[in-house]
């Protein structure tokens, strides 16, 4: 009975005890089957938020405020924090409210969505969060990114290309004497990055990857495990898609091009 309760009643459970859980099951009501990449603005928490695509504005809240993705515990009474994939800026509002005097940077590849940031942040009186629209990568050259006009940027796509402006991260690390959480959200440049950076994690607390694996390109899990290893974090893992039967069902039906996505959550060893 304790099994059958657990699977069954978990999402009624949540709605009761989780009031931004509720609000994710409202906006899925109102908002889900609205035509894509129509531009609306909305309204949640006390905060005003103008999104270019109400279908990613709703996974967005659900991880971010619903699911806390990015809750951390720290001792700093100003945390550093790297938004490295802020878009439009739901993630940078979380944190500003729940770490209310933190110095957060947010990067922003796509420049549209740059934009879209940047007067967020304004109309929400966070401001004084450090917007930086550049992809964050393995080096300052710029790279060829596909632009999608929500939360799908990426170096593998290839339609919709454009050189835009590049920073490497690891250099911005190593400015930094501790980073309390960094964010990599990056659409497939994870990676890349993350190897670029392993021998300059010692001054981070708590990473978040999401992790891309896409279906025609190398699948590196395990050496971005390693990496972690290697600089004393821990780590957590949880799928952020499914597929029923997948030895049979190889293919992610809602993104075919995409046959693994995962969210890692690491945290430095005691």
Request: hydrophobic share 40%; proline share 3%.
């Amino acid at each position: 009975m304790k099994v059958f309760i657990e699977h069954t009643l978990f999402g009624i459970y949540q709605f009761f005890i989780n009031s931004n859980y509720r609000r994710f099951i409202w906006y899925s009501i109102i908002y889900g089957s609205k035509k894509r990449f129509v531009a609306r603005t909305i309204h949640f928490n006390n905060l005003k938020i103008y999104t270019p695509d109400t279908l990613s504005f709703i996974w967005q809240y659900k991880e971010i405020f619903a699911d806390e993705n990015y809750k951390f515990q720290t001792n700093s009474l100003t945390p550093v924090i790297y938004d490295c994939g802020a878009n439009i800026g739901i993630s940078c509002l979380y944190f500003s409210k729940n770490y209310s005097k933190s110095k957060i940077k947010a990067f922003e590849a796509d420049p549209n969505i740059a934009k879209v940031l940047r007067a967020n942040l304004e109309k929400n009186n966070c401001a004084d969060i450090e917007v930086i629209d550049k992809a964050v990568w393995i080096n300052n050259d710029g790279i060829e990114i596909s632009l999608e006009g929500a939360d799908g940027a990426s170096i593998y796509s290839k339609v919709n290309v454009t050189k835009v402006p590049s920073v490497r991260l690891k250099d911005l690390i190593e400015n930094e004497n501790k980073i309390d959480m960094l964010k990599i959200d990056i659409e497939g440049a994870e990676y890349e990055v993350l190897k670029d950076c392993k021998n300059s994690l010692s001054k981070v607390e708590n990473i978040f990857i999401e992790y891309h694996s896409f279906a025609n390109s190398s699948q590196n899990l395990s050496e971005i495990l390693q990496i972690l290893e290697a600089s004393n974090f821990r780590y957590f893992i949880k799928p952020v898609t499914d597929r029923a039967v997948p030895f049979i069902n190889r293919v992610n039906k809602s993104n075919p091009s995409m046959d693994l996505q995962l969210n890692i959550y690491a945290y430095k060893n005691a």
